[in-house]
């Protein structure tokens, strides 16, 4: 397979995140390699496919899908289009692994061949389906005395498969908000879908398959049902950013995958710690002006926190000045009232652009909208005179091409003021981040553009 194929990077950062635990064997005869990996994504909890849009090889650590994922309902579903599956095959109600191999040159699954088993069973499970439902792993990957990863396998296992998962399937437009990739974890709700009280309830769910129409997207999803936390390693918490995402809570998102931070924690020794990566080419913007795209939120004191940002984090385009709506200023970028390490060395965080000023004339003409996520839009009046232009990610949108008092101003370049207008002045820019004085840069300086307040 072409090395191109296998973002290696990606995949480190993911296992380092989720996983770090090292997997190994003697194979003694030739053995094709899709069953030893096979094995691999079986025994190490992990998902892997082939993202056709990006041409690469994704591999990703199975966890649950977060309480904030961008959920889908019957809002940008199309009508009719769900449709859903029982899998009672595919339930488990208690696992048992063998591993620490006695010798490789005896067949894998031969259970006298191992020095060690484990046999994690959920009792509940069995009364509540009247039945039992076993798995068995031979393990030839992990070693003498790893315990407490074979424990880990079994404990994902049950979690993910206690109770059966349903498969889904749904479409959505190809050319309208929905934003739905391969592998993707969201939430889907839908009326038919409600708890034993008739509540209308949100089912998490990972794309297992996207066929692309001319006008929409085909979707078929695993429901991604946990019935407790895994708890592994959850010292050195890790959360990693690997997709676009709009208003960004860290603790809204590490409170939906580890359990809560308390004083003891962060007093404790050793200490929990928190890393949050953005990876490259991953955007954080913003639904509104009034909304910082990154929100780093209150954690207990003392707590040693990092942003490793290598992506970009972007607020948003303020609006030109029309005659109604009037223009306003750019969005806020990072918003923190917590003390950080900020790390940006290879990352951008971007204020949004303000909005441009106005003309003035007989008619008027409007103001051109600033750079940002999403760009601002130009102003808009009513007396029949030139619109400004909508702002992009990278740049200000124009105003008119007049001169004099008719002329609109542009919409200000990320973290730029408008330009002035014949009529108005442009709007300031929203701050690159707000609370720098909790913000301890420690590789940088990186691409910072917009003010540094609190």
């Known amino acids: 397979m072409p090395s191109e194929y296998i973002p290696i990077d990606d995949w480190r950062t993911e296992t380092a995140t989720y996983l770090r635990t090292l997997y190994t064997t003697l194979i003694p005869e030739p053995t094709a390699v899709r069953k030893l990996v096979s094995e691999i994504i079986q025994q190490a909890a992990l998902a892997m496919w082939w993202d056709e849009a990006e041409r690469l090889v994704r591999l990703q650590v199975v966890r649950p899908i977060p309480t904030t994922a ?41 259970s ?45 296992i049950l979690q993910r498969f206690r109770d059966p998962p349903r498969r889904i399937n749904f479409d959505v437009w190809r050319h309208g908000s929905s934003n739905v990739r391969l592998g993707g974890g969201y939430q889907i709700g839908w009326t038919a879908n409600q708890d034993s009280m008739g509540n209308k309830v949100l089912a998490p769910v990972q794309v297992t398959r996207l066929d692309p129409g001319h006008e929409f997207y085909r979707v078929e999803a695993q429901e991604m049902l946990f019935k407790a936390l895994d708890p592994h390693d959850v010292l ?45 080419n991953v955007l954080i ?20 926190l990092t942003l490793d940002i290598r992506g970009r984090i972007q607020g948003a385009g303020g609006r030109g000045d029309g005659y109604n709506p009037r223009g306003t200023a750019g969005g806020t970028a990072l918003f923190t009232r917590q003390a950080l390490k900020l790390k940006v060395s290879e990352g951008k965080i971007w204020g949004g652009g303000g909005g441009g000023g106005r003309g003035k004339g007989s008619k008027n003409y409007y103001g051109g909208g600033g750079a940002g996520s999403p ?44 330009q002035n207008g014949g009529d108005t002045n442009g709007f300031p820019p929203g701050a690159a981040i707000d609370g720098i004085s909790f913000v301890t840069i420690i590789e940088g300086p990186g691409d910072i553009r917009g003010l540094q307040i609190n």
């Open 375 to 418: 760009p601002g839009e130009g102003g808009k009046g009513a007396f029949g005179g030139s619109d400004g232009k909508p702002g992009t990610l990278d740049e200000g949108g124009a105003g008119n091409s007049l001169s004099g008092r008719r002329r609109g101003g542009k919409g200000g370049a990320p973290g730029m003021p408008g």
């Open 236 to 280: 050195n918490r890790v959360i990693v950013v690997d997709s676009t995402i709009l208003n960004f809570n860290l603790r809204e998102v590490h409170d939906s995958i580890f359990p809560v931070l308390t004083d003891d924690d962060v007093n404790a020794s050793p200490a929990v710690t928190l890393t949050c990566i953005v990876l490259p």
């Open 285 to 304: 913007g913003s639904t509104s002006r009034d909304k910082p795209a990154f929100v780093v939120g209150s954690f207990p004191n003392g707590l040693d």
């Open 112 to 156: 006298d061949n191992y020095r060690s088993a484990i046999l994690t069973v959920d009792v509940e499970a069995i009364h509540e389906y009247n039945g039992r439902a076993n798995k068995i792993i031979h393990s030839r990957w992990i070693p003498f005395g790893a315990r407490s990863v074979a424990e880990r396998l079994n404990n994902l």
């Open 70 to 110: 961008a959920v889908f309902d019957e809002s940008s579903i199309i009508e009719g289009s769900i449709k859903t599956k029982e899998q009672p095959e595919s339930r488990v109600s208690d696992v048992l692994t063998y591993f620490a191999q006695r010798n490789p040159l005896r067949p894998v699954d031969e």
